[in-house]
């Protein structure tokens, strides 16, 4: 009797600890969806709650030409150049005047607008170039910082795998030095090097440098991984007259495709997401993705709606990347704990 | 006879060694140069009066950068900046273990299908940009436009905006946010702790009798040493490196509750406008702040791993 008491304590207990799992994970997820249905928010409706993206009434023809700039950030001239409207047209005109004027149905003139003003976040975000240009060259730096770096700091990984000589241990604890070393710390003299002695201010290839270094994380996953290969493979590649070359490419990198993910799942989102290497490196029309998301608060400064549909496009890939490769995420995330 | 075995092994000692360095040189090179070598060029810096990055008329003028620091106008900007940081450590540090310890604890129970999911939806706040989460808190508690202030005054739980722009709810929500998006990771640290006990040690203190307070002081505890020394040491250094969040918050412009220490060096160094200060006496506080934060870094990391040991 007692037993079954227990048991069903113990299954409550349970139930109990679920539960409030249950509802920090909806927390956590909260904030997200808020700012995907933000992204679909006029400025002029936020002061409103909205649980859902609004319902957005059609385009009114009786505002006026200039208002449509200040409200919805809309390139007049491009709209101009777009709806074969030519001359000069007075801000204060309603758009019922200027079809009236040039001869186009109002039904064209809405069709055109409808969507600048129901999605104007994102079409905002996806017809700029620089965010477009950002984009790309974030995806461009990301993974090949990724490929470069893994395949660094697999070369430290296979000298110092062992500690056959005592110098290895030295240089080890070197790396081992940069996880109590934050970039803040070292922002102003790595920028008087790398953009002073070495001339790369303003270069996507600074960022690639600070990208590859590597550091505690890298070099210790390779290590560790490395040392558990049997040293009898690297002895009869040895022995059949290869070199180290030969054993490093033939027999090494096949093997590290494990940590190699590690590696990637655990560096990704930090090269993704850097902000002051790149606000301190780049000049703002080269930014990545992150420092450009920062600096669309300085030209979109009311368009609230532009921002977070810019955010939510920085944070997109992380997200896909990470629920799709979650199970290897997770197993990262606990490895890295493990070693550390 | 004997030498030829010697020489040869000398040979391959040589080549070995040759090896090694073209193995260890590429990123070796690249690492020391921007990890350790920026310290070294910083220190002669220091007892000078260098301006800017381009300044040609630099003078050694010995100590004074460490006196004019804690003197006006210097002194304003710095100790403020510097109390700020300490403050959101403090606040902070308490999150590794309120998010961090509480969800490895709860999560180390359940032994269900839920625990994947609920890991994965836990970790997603770290995989964002500090910036994102900066952004999105304002997106949550700005006053007038809050997303979450606006439910909450749906409902009518409260009756009065949050304002996350003032200067006391500011300094317990921002270090709140950050330790949300180290949640996971945290969890992750000390869940690494706990799946490493034996589940024989566990058994046996069940069947001993021993309740669960017993348990976490006695096996959980210990066990989990490591990891709170890792989470320590990362919680530390990362408080006085926080930037991305501050700049997500607004530090760089307006917000001056988010003027932690590490966006006051940014702000000397590279934003120039409008901020006394020289180059020199930036790095000059960034040392002084740095150099204390290293050893303690250093000492806490030898710590655990003597106790590992």
Known sequence: MTNIIEINKKKFVIFLISLILIIYSIITIIPFYFLVVRSFVPTNKSAVFHLIPPELEDFNMESTYGNLATYYNIDLTKAKKELSLSGYINPNKTWTKIAEEHDISSQVITDYFNPYIKYNGWITILTDQRIVRSLVMTIVITFSSLVVGGFLAIATGSVLAGFRKRWHSWIYVIYMLQMIITPVMIIIPVYIILGRFLGLANSYFALFLLFVKGG?????????????????????????????????????????????????????????????????????????????????????????????????????????????????????????ALKG | MKNIPETSFIKRKRNELAWDIVFLAPQFIIYFSLTILPFLIAIPILFTDQIGFIDTDIDYIGLQNFVNIFKTPMVDMFLPAVKKTAIFMVINYTTVYIFGMTLALLMYEIKSKLKKPLFTIIYIPYMISGLGIGLIMLLLFAKDTGSINLLLLKIGVIDNAIDIKNPSVSAWAFPLMVGWRYAGFNMAIFLGGLLSIPAETIDASKVDGANYLQRFWHIYLPQMFSSIMIATVICIIGSWGVFDEAVGMGALAANKNVRFFSVLLYKIGFAGTGQSGTLAEALTMAMTVNIPLLIIGILLSKLQKKKQI
């Open chain 1, 216 to 336: 505690a994380i890298p070099v210790m996953i390779f290590t560790s991984f490395i040392s558990g290969i049997p040293t009898t493979l690297k002895e009869s590649v040895e022995i059949d007259g290869g070199n180290r070359l030969q054993y490093f490419i033939h027999i090494l990198l096949p093997l590290t495709k494990v940590p190699f993910a590690t590696f990637a799942a655990i560096t990704f989102p930090i090269i993704w997401n850097d902000l002051l290497q790149g606000l301190v490196f780049l000049k703002e029309e080269k930014f990545t993705l992150v420092p450009m998301i920062n600096a669309l608060q300085g030209t979109f400064t009311t368009n609230y709606q532009a921002i977070y549909a810019g955010l939510c496009l920085s944070i997109m890939p992380v997200i896909i990347i990470y629920l799709s490769f979650q199970n290897l995420f997770v197993r990262s995330a606990l490895s890295g």
